[in-house]
Every structure is written in structure tokens, then in C-alpha cells.
């Protein structure tokens, strides 16, 4: 069974359309998060929840929302995409707490055109 | 504010020879320390991580890491390479508190040939 789940595996889309990226995690744990991996490979957080909660939220335009129905799956709507949306999306899981281990998903691959 | 420098963006190496691959970060707290590693095309998978406790630390797939408080560093070494090793490797730190947040350098590629 997949721990990390990610759908769909590939989007191609058209600028200014919006979009919807679905994570579900069954490890159990509390905090669910999301990456972007940019061209270069640069990793970097975009938000965090934990038991639903929104408990870190990065400098990211306010098209990106994140919503959480319940603490298996965490969802990524972006609104009115553009050129520079284009990347990896990674939705990640671990138990609460700095020093846990955070459980990957295999990734959301956006283009946008 | 923390931040992580993996000073080489790409390491070849031939297959059985030992690699080393340099982490150094800057926090003005106590921070955990983590590498991941990412196969081609695929998410990240943990390969060790230091909490506390002994500096060296030893991780899946044969490699081993020992953090360095006094120059502020988490080296990933393996004594011996395989072409499977091929892959690139991200070092991360996050703070000792409750917030997980990672943040990751900008990750080695490892290149492993015959």
C-alpha cells in the first residue's frame, strides 16, 4: 500500500486556468505538508497542517490554498496559474514534532503554458 | 532564521570508491539534521538524521553522517559507492521546537560510473 499518495502524477495546463493537486496519507499521522521543487531541485515549504489546522504558511501567493477535510488528506487548488507555477509539488506526512521523520509523496509535475 | 549550503551541485564518482558529500548549516538555535535522498523521478526518502546523542550517525543504504557542532556541519560519507547510489541528496534542518518545518539545501547530485 502506498503511504503517500498524490494525484494526478502529471498536470499540462493552460495559464490562467485553475487547478486541483490531492494528497491522502494512511501512516496515521498528524501533520501533512506541501513542497515545491523547482527547476533547479530547490526544495522548499509551502504550507503545513496538522490535525487540520494550518500551522505554517510560507510566503506564497494567495492563489495557493490549501485545504485539509481531514488529517489523511491534504488538497492544493491553485488559482488563475501561471508560467512560473511550473514545477514539482510534493505533499509530504509525518507525527508532529521537528525532529520526526516527514514521509514523501511521488510528486505532482505542473506545467503550465 | 536557518539556512543549509551543500557546496557542490554535482559529485562524480566511480563505482566502490568512497564519496563525501559536504553539509553546513547556520541557525542561531539547536537544530536537527537530516539527509533525504531522491532517485530519479521519484519523492525524497530518509536516509539518516541526528537528534542528539552520538555525532555519528549511521543510515540506510550504508551511509553514515557525523555532525560537527563546532563548524557547524553534517557530512555524508559512504565508504563505497554503487551505481545505484546515483541520485540526488538534500540535507535539511529544522528547529528543536514543535513547528516541523525542514528547510533544505540545494542538493548534491551524485553521479556514480563504472
Known amino acids: 500500500d502506498t503511504a503517500v499518495s498524490q494525484t494526478p502524477k502529471y498536470l499540462v495546463t493552460q495559464m490562467g486556468n485553475d487547478k486541483s493537486i490531492k494528497c491522502e496519507q494512511n501512516?496515521?499521522?498528524?501533520?501533512m505538508y506541501w513542497y515545491k521543487q523547482d527547476s533547479k531541485k530547490f526544495l522548499k515549504i509551502m504550507f503545513s497542517?496538522?490535525?487540520?489546522?494550518?500551522?505554517i504558511n510560507e510566503t506564497v501567493p494567495n492563489r495557493f490554498s490549501p485545504k485539509s477535510p481531514d488529517k489523511a488528506h491534504l488538497n492544493l487548488h491553485i488559482n488563475s496559474l501561471e508560467l512560473g507555477d511550473s514545477a514539482v509539488y510534493f505533499c509530504?506526512?509525518?507525527?508532529?514534532?521537528?525532529?520526526?521523520?516527514?514521509?514523501f509523496g511521488p510528486g505532482t509535475r505542473l506545467l503550465v503554458l | 532564521a536557518q539556512s543549509v549550503t551543500q557546496l557542490d551541485s554535482q559529485v562524480p564518482v566511480f563505482e566502490e570508491a568512497p564519496v563525501e558529500l559536504r553539509c553546513n548549516y547556520s541557525?542561531?538555535?539547536?537544530?536537527?539534521l537530516f539527509w533525504y535522498v531522491q532517485y530519479p523521478n521519484q519523492g525524497l526518502q530518509l536516509l539518516l538524521k541526528?537528534?542528539?546523542?552520538?555525532?555519528l550517525v549511521k543510515g540506510i543504504n550504508g551511509f553514515e553522517a557525523e555532525f560537527n557542532k563546532s563548524q557547524t556541519s553534517f557530512h555524508l560519507r559512504k565508504p563505497s559507492v554503487h551505481i545505484s547510489d546515483t541520485a540526488e541528496y538534500f540535507c535539511?534542518?529544522?528547529?528543536?521546537?514543535?513547528?516541523?518545518?525542514?528547510?533544505f539545501g540545494t542538493g548534491t547530485r551524485l553521479q556514480v560510473t563504472l
Open positions: 509530504a506526512s509525518s507525527p508532529l514534532g521537528s525532529g520526526e521523520t516527514q514521509y
Open positions: 501512516l496515521g499521522h498528524d501533520t
Open positions: 497542517y496538522n490535525n487540520k489546522e494550518l500551522i
Open positions: 541557525s542561531s538555535v539547536s537544530v536537527y
Open positions: 541526528y537528534l542528539s546523542g552520538s555525532t
Open positions: 535539511a534542518v529544522s528547529h528543536t521546537g514543535t513547528a516541523s518545518k525542514l528547510t
